[in-house]
């Protein structure tokens, strides 16, 4: 995370301490008036330091319950790194503040603030309380919200930047073992030749064996990932492609070291990708981290399809096969097309498009079908 460069001097300063005085000018002092000129501020300061405020923030807390955050900060990767709750000047903040204690909001890194006066919060300690109507206050305020960092985020930080060194070597030799392998193994060659034959028949017969030998890394590298981050031990075993793969994954390493030893050099990086998940307070958050860890990931392992694509641990040929099944169903059951008005794809959470629109739509489908009696073949 990059240093906050902020001084009372600075623009963003004035403009808040300008629009404040605004809003007094009209005597508007309730809290949805004055809270937006320290949004803007936040807003500000968050891309100087290459991070995304995001207003009215919905997360859950640790005992479930459905919570929204009037500001928080997100990093790169999505992860929450500092909060913000909004008062007027009417309130009464320490009431307030623990009021959101008693609802479970988080406390690791959180400002509490009215026009007037800034309490920061971390690691559940009150550790800044400051009158801000003094531009050098607010700018301290600021800083120390923006600065902060735990062990955690601190490890994941240094294993992203030592990890992207390390995954293109390890991809390349993989890369090597399976052009070993298929020399001279011959139960991972004829598990190999299976699956390849299973790829092409389900999912284009043209699809090429590098193409497969990429998945088969993919997987490789990454399996422990989903395994761990989603709690999910059963990935395997429910989904018939990882079980397949694992099929001739295990036929790799078969003569050859041990999975686990040869990823142990990634350790630290898996280590820290599993602590790193733990911040995110849903599976959508998960899922959004796991998102922004691959689209670098693979950047660094295979940049011309990433760049090409934007994520490429959906290979284009098995999105090409689901994007041409849907417009099958679409024209023999609906008489209609992917392209005519009127067919929507709907997914609030669909990021580059490539994976996701799709599977929407052939649930959506099976749904549709289902109820009005059409057999999917």
Known sequence: ??????????????????????????????????????????????????????????????????????????????????????KDMDDDLPKAIQEKRDKGYPFDNILFQTPERAILFQDEQEVLNTDITDSKNLVEALQYLLSYSDTTFNDWYEAVNKFSDKIPAHADKLKELIEEQHKTNAAYKSAFAKFYQACCNSINPNLSQDTVEEMLIQHILTERILLKVFNRSDFTDRNIIAREIEKVSAALMQHSLS??????????????????????KDFAEKQHFLNTVYEKFFQDYCVKTADTHGIVYTPQPIVDFMVNSVEYLLQDKFNRSLSDIGVHIIDPFVGTGNFTIVWTILRFLETKCRKEGILLE
């Open 1 to 86: 995370m990059e240093k906050l460069n902020l001084k009372p001097t600075h623009k963003p300063i004035k403009d808040y301490y300008k629009a404040l005085q605004q809003y007094e000018n009209y005597d508007l002092t309730h809290e949805g008036a004055v809270s937006n000129p320290f949004a803007i501020l936040l807003d500000v300061c968050a891309k100087k330091v290459k991070a995304t405020f995001v207003p009215q923030y919905q997360m859950r807390t640790k005992a479930g319950n459905r919570i929204s955050i009037d500001g928080t900060i997100l990093d790169e990767y999505g992860l929450p790194i500092a909060y913000w709750e909004a």
């Open 259 to 280: 999975r686990d030893e040869f990823l142990k050099p990634l350790n630290p990086f898996y280590v820290a990708i599993e602590n790193a998940a733990t911040q995110c």
